[in-house]
Nanobody
Framework: VQLVESGGGTAQTGGSLRLSCVAS????????????VAWFRQAPGKEREWVSA????????LYADDVKGRFTISRDNAKNTVYLQMNSLAPEDTAMYYC??????????????????WGRGTQVTVS
């Protein structure tokens, strides 16, 4: 699976951005909806942290505590795309944002090493 992020940029405190993650080369006889797709972020000097995730099953959308109520994850399976709508942005949201995927459910998949495909990231800067 190849993942490509887009939508990053600069926003003011309280502003919004929407990130997109498009998947391609989804092969092996498994359909895109079977993927758990997650967003991680990494600020300079900090570890990569899990932000949100969802698959296409019956699981709820999952969020880290510090983005809950501000960020919304969604997906369009017809476009092999997952979105992260980020509202009420704060300077502490400044980071490189990565999408990642793994086959199966998202429950408990909050560590970077749980995921086997990664995009190159898109920078989000909040001032």
């Amino acid at each position: 699976v190849q993942l490509v992020e887009s939508g990053g940029g600069t926003a003011q405190t309280g502003g919004s951005l929407r990130l997109s993650c498009v998947a391609s080369e989804v092969t092996g006889g498994v359909s895109y909806p079977a993927l758990c797709v997650a967003w991680f972020r990494q600020a300079p000097g900090k570890e990569r942290e899990w932000v949100s995730a969802m698959n296409n099953g019956r699981e709820s959308k999952l969020y880290a505590d510090d983005v809950k109520g501000r960020f919304t994850i969604s997906r369009d399976n017809a476009k092999n795309t997952v979105y992260l709508q980020m509202n009420s942005l704060a300077p502490e949201d400044t980071a490189m944002y990565y999408c990642a995927s793994v086959w199966g459910g998202c429950a408990g998949q909050r560590r970077a090493e749980n995921y086997d495909s990664w995009g190159r990231g898109t920078q989000v800067t909040v001032s």
